[in-house]
């Protein structure tokens, strides 16, 4: 428990570092708003895709469930506090998608971890 939620903090931590950079990208260019979403979706990928790897590299069985859950968890987070700033709790076809890759990032960097 203690080595997921620390991976969780990770992915969050990793989220938020490539938020920033984004942010001061897109204020000192012409980067146009129309990438802002595929680019978040990206970094959500990219940052599960990694912590579910560090989690379970040293694990040697059920890297797709330790690494889906990852995903499902983060995701689930990530939901309820933008729901909660947004006061907002619909699901729309974004929501659908950030679901589905989060879980496949999670899935996918377990996969890799265990492989490794």
Known sequence: M?????N???SILI???L???LSIIMSNTNMSDNLLNPVIIGIVFFSLL???FNMT?????KGIVFGSFLGISYIFMLYIISSCVLMDFSLSLNSLIFIVLGI????IGGILGVNF
Do not use: D, Y
Request: no cysteine; proline share 0%; hydrophobic share 60%.
């Open 19 to 21: 938020i920033i950079i």
């Open 104 to 107: 496949l990032g999670g899935a």
């Open 8 to 10: 969780l903090l990770l």
């Open 57 to 61: 590299r040293n694990k040697k069985e």
């Open 15 to 17: 989220s938020f570092i």
């Open 50 to 52: 990694v912590s579910a």
């Open 2 to 6: 203690k080595v997921f939620l620390k």
